[in-house]
DNA sequence: TAGATTGTTAATCGATTAACAATC
DNA sequence: TAGATTGTTAATCGATTAACAATC
């Protein structure tokens, strides 16, 4: 039998609700309700109830849900109470300060391997990782056995990046060069582009 | 008479209705439809029809719509035929990176000013720019007339920070730091986390 | 017990798609 | 003229909200 189908935008919702539910514990609180997490994040509360019961029931009546054992749920859905290994494409300020970020300990990813073209970078050290040659890309990739990847080459070679990426066996791409990528509809691919935000925001302005 | 209101998806899939314009520019292309737009894009043709129909008739039957004269309406809606200054606080990884992006030439965007509370930053140069005292921010801010900032400081000064910038005038923000952020209502912020996408993105593998 | 909050159903609201007359 | 594609309407589809019985 084929689980049941959960709507993208519900899976979207999911690591915003792991993110808060992990400051609260960093802020030393055991117990939450529905309501209280759709203040903080601008939610409704019965929107949240609904999402969550898309997977299970992991409330109390009348007492709301358990921090720690939410989360817990949460990352178990989005498979992120394991680690993913990452591969980073592009040694330059975007690929080098996002192999260096902090901000993946603990929320289930960290960068394994960076790699650039230009032979000027390849063998230099960026944070605690040596840069890899492109060429030699599909190889590590497989051999390392990687199903996750971040693009911060230009925008006239990110296609073919990606390219490279799927035939190696990536199955999730975070693009961070501004264009659309073309991939096997079994491939996901996200998008960060900050003038994209911003430009939605101007629009306001 | 109040303008119509656009609702705010519509508004969001602009910037990348005129990214993919810009590619399509820098191809060469004079003319294109909405369904090779859609195609594109992985969006139907209908809706980019229905979008842009929210705003006029930028097309012609028969013809589909002039890539250049149709970047300049969405520009202008978007109010991205101006440049906005922008302050990046924060001048760590993320900050230095995004200070010195090439990316948002041409689009709407610069970057005019850094800001960081490290003594041992202050003073020292990013690309271009020269790091400011964070205890200036609002004051230079206010003298410089900013309207958009982008927050790239660890997530424990990221609502400190955007405090400041609300009553310095800021109106627009984009958070790097992985954290919800309060603002009045009338300051718009959007997030940028690579983890939130990686998770969303784990879920399918 | 009384109060609080869940999980779920039904109603509402909004967004997307299909279809086509208008017209270039 | 024939073919193509827009702008728009109506139909469909999907997401959000309101409400409440269940129950901790």
Same mark, same amino acid.
């Given at each position: 039998?084929? !689980?049941? =189908?959960?709507?993208?935008? &519900?899976?979207? #919702? ?14 030393? #609180? ?12 601008? @939610? ?14 992991? %409330?109390? *009546? ?7 054992? $939410?989360?817990? *749920?949460?990352?178990? @859905? ?6 993913? !290994? ?11 300060? &996002? ?8 929320? %289930?990813?960290? &960068? ?9 970078? &390849?063998?230099?050290?960026? %944070? ?7 060429? !030699? ?36 791409? $975070?693009?961070?060069?501004? =264009?659309?990528? +073309?991939?096997?509809? +079994? ?12 430009? #939605?925001?101007?629009?306001? $302005?």
């Amino acid at each position: 039998m084929a !689980d049941k =189908i959960i709507p993208d935008i &519900v899976v979207g #919702r999911l690591p915003i609700y792991l993110r808060a539910l992990q400051r609260m514990l960093a802020e030393n #609180r055991h117990v939450t309700s529905s309501q209280e997490l759709g203040e903080r994040l601008g @939610i409704s509360a019965a929107q949240i109830r609904k999402d969550l019961s898309q997977f299970g029931e992991f %409330g109390k *009546q009348g007492t709301g849900y358990s921090i720690d054992y $939410l989360a817990e *749920q949460i990352r178990h @859905i989005l498979k992120v109470d394991q680690v993913w !290994d990452i591969a980073v494409v592009g040694a330059g300020d975007i690929g080098s300060a &996002v192999a260096r970020y902090q901000g993946f300990a603990n929320r %289930g990813m960290q &960068v394994k391997q960076i790699y650039d073209s230009d032979p000027a970078k &390849v063998g230099t050290d960026v %944070g605690s990782f040596k840069v890899k040659d492109i060429a !030699d890309i599909e190889s590590e990739i497989k051999k390392d056995g990687i199903k996750v990847a971040m693009i911060a080459t230009p925008s006239d070679h990110a296609q073919e990046v990606a390219d490279q990426l799927v035939s190696a066996g990536v199955m999730a791409i $975070l693009n961070y060069a501004p =264009i659309n990528l +073309n991939v096997p509809e +079994n491939v996901r691919v996200q998008y960060i582009d900050p003038v994209i935000h911003l430009q #939605r925001m101007t629009y306001y $302005l």
